[in-house]
């Protein structure tokens, strides 16, 4: 029984405390977003809901802010200092497309590109401090870091953290039993990789080709910031996805690839950079990450109205490039509007089936999208 440790968060007692919110719904920022329900509380920090659904907002109080900004998980610029009833809060704005929760309460799923993001927040965050406790932290995508929030509760290590968002909820109970000592460690690569074949999970057999903790300074366009590499997000044949410790991810592509999209009009407004490793020329692009960068497959962005009208628009204008590409597994890049497919010739395909499949299915930003909006997106795709 030494081992076992009850979830604390399951037996809040309501004594009329967390009945207070921050913000009324309804409440008007300066900036023209309007704050609605509350999702969820503790009595240093609260997260709501934007009215039009397209953020989060993650209200926190003034000691909490001090301790997040000494310790280097969010910047100044991160947080909104916005005084309110007599009270110092300190605002954070994360498009609902991203992932802005308690790490105890985040559940993977399916996706890949997701199981990847949350280990690059843990590597991120043990580059900060080894030893902080983040069994009740926030898992913040935008920023690729785990936001911890020092309470006394016990610790449990970042493997059984892990775990137990991978699991599946309906058939897996709470994996957070066992203390244990390698959360100082952290998770590696190889460890998380295992975890995930366990599971079917199975990411590309190709070598990563950048490492965690790697300066990026040196081919972004951006000095200074001392920018690393958190974690490898994609890896395909031809192309990685990487997050970083800034507000970008990056994009690697070979030259076979990069070569084979110069001769279509996809790539031809975007600027190209290249970089060797180990005697490997590779094109990077830097994106914003509040907008989509995944392959279609492996899709984890949370969608609203206006991001999958975007998507259908990206559908549409990349056939009518490649009128025989295969977009189904094509890589999304929502900052140019544009799919870039891997196969460019394919006998047959669907781009209905396919947009039925991410209207339905998602994922999405707060809720799914009424019939009619899926009809729209569907007849956009496909009115080539």
Request: negative net charge; glycine residues 6%; proline residues 3%.
């Amino acid at each position: 029984m030494a081992d076992f440790i009850v979830d604390e968060t399951r037996f809040i007692i309501d004594d009329g405390e967390y009945d207070f919110c921050f913000f009324e719904d309804g409440f008007k920022l300066p900036d023209g977003l309007i704050i609605s329900e509350k999702i969820d509380e503790t009595d240093q920090w609260q997260l709501y809901a934007s009215a039009d659904s397209c953020y989060t907002i993650l209200a926190v109080k003034a000691k909490l802010a001090q301790q997040l900004l000494e310790g280097g998980y969010l910047s100044a610029e991160d947080l909104w200092h916005f005084p309110h009833n007599g009270e110092d809060y300190y605002l954070l704005i994360n498009p609902a497309g991203l992932k802005l929760q308690r790490i105890n309460q985040t559940h993977i799923g399916k996706s890949k590109r997701f199981a990847l993001s949350v280990l690059a927040a843990f590597n991120n965050t043990r580059n900060l401090d080894t030893d902080v406790n983040l069994r009740d932290a926030l898992f913040c995508e935008l920023h690729g870091v785990m936001l911890p929030s020092f309470s006394l509760l016990p610790k449990v290590s970042d493997r059984a953290l892990y775990e137990n968002a991978l699991r599946n909820e309906q058939l897996e109970g709470e994996i957070l039993s066992g203390q244990g000592d390698d959360s100082a460690a952290g998770l590696s690569f190889f460890r998380a990789r295992k975890l995930l074949r366990e599971r079917g999970m199975e990411t590309e057999s190709v070598s990563v080709w950048l490492e965690n903790g790697e300066p990026i300074d040196d081919f972004m366009q951006v000095k200074g910031e001392n920018g690393i590499i958190t974690g490898p997000l994609v890896l395909r044949r031809h192309y990685q996805i990487y997050d970083t410790n800034r507000d970008t991810f990056l994009l690697l592509m070979d030259e076979l690839w990069t070569n084979a999209l110069l001769h279509t009009s996809l790539i031809s407004q975007m600027s190209l950079a290249s970089i060797n490793i180990d005697g490997q020329k590779l094109t990077v692009f830097p994106f914003d990450k509040s907008k989509a960068l995944e392959p279609l497959d492996d899709r984890h962005f949370g969608m609203n109205r206006h991001d999958v009208i975007e998507l259908a628009q990206a559908i549409r204008r990349t056939r009518t490039v490649l009128p025989k590409a295969r977009l189904d597994n094509a890589l999304y890049i929502q900052e140019q509007g544009i799919l870039l497919p891997e196969s460019f010739e394919v006998e047959e395909h669907d781009d209905r089936l396919l947009m039925r499949d991410i209207t339905v299915n998602g994922p999405f930003a707060m809720a799914p999208f009424l019939d009619e909006h899926k009809v729209d997106a569907i007849l956009l795709a496909t009115s080539v």
